[in-house]
């Protein structure tokens, strides 16, 4: 890191040919898209050039693996975000649903909105783990992986959540 911190450029072309197919497929398993893993690890390169002066990395390795892993989850917020978005502006969106008639529209957006609801009742990780799971659809090893916990605290997390979607969503019924 040392040369590259001293504009050696063949240090960064070095860097960039060991860990650069390695660090793609690592994204990949993440955000499930080889080409934006490409383009993501690309960026990381780019920012680690202009950024050169300012860092103090004791293993390249360590700090390559864990940069590409904040990426992919940084990628995962923003696309999640602007499904929730998308979804937010379905109601000013002018064309025709033609799958669904305006009475099965009106019950599928309250349905939406009803599950929503529940799930924002749950405890914060319960939310967290369970939105990754079934929104996301991330495994149990990738969000283990982005929380920083374990398999075995994900999968209790999950149970957890969907016993108390189940509960809460049956005390919504008795109402």
């Not at 860092?55 to 929730?84: D, G, M, P, T």
């Not at 108390?164 to 969503?169: C, E, Q, Y």
Request: proline share 2%; aromatic share 10%.
């Amino acid at each position: 890191m040392s040369l590259v911190a001293n504009q050696d450029s063949l240090a960064l072309e070095t860097l960039f040919k060991r860990y650069y197919p390695a660090l793609c497929r690592f994204t990949s398993i993440y955000i499930k898209d080889y080409n934006k893993a490409e383009e993501l690890i690309a960026d990381l390169f780019m920012k680690l050039w202009d950024k050169k002066d300012e860092l103090q990395i004791r293993s390249i390795k360590k700090y390559l693996f864990a940069a590409a892993k904040n990426l992919a989850f940084n990628e995962i917020q923003r696309v999640k975000l602007h499904i929730l978005s998308i979804t937010d502006r379905e109601d000013t969106l002018d064309y025709p649903d033609t799958y669904l008639n305006p009475q099965e529209q009106l019950t599928s957006r309250e349905s939406y909105s009803e599950i929503m609801g529940l799930i924002n009742l749950l405890p914060e990780r319960q939310r967290e783990v369970l939105l990754m799971s079934r929104i996301d659809l991330l495994e149990k090893n990738m969000i283990a992986d982005l929380l920083g916990i374990s398999v075995r605290t994900v999968e209790t997390l999950l149970y957890q959540a969907l016993k108390n979607f189940r509960s809460l969503k049956t005390d919504r019924l008795e109402i």
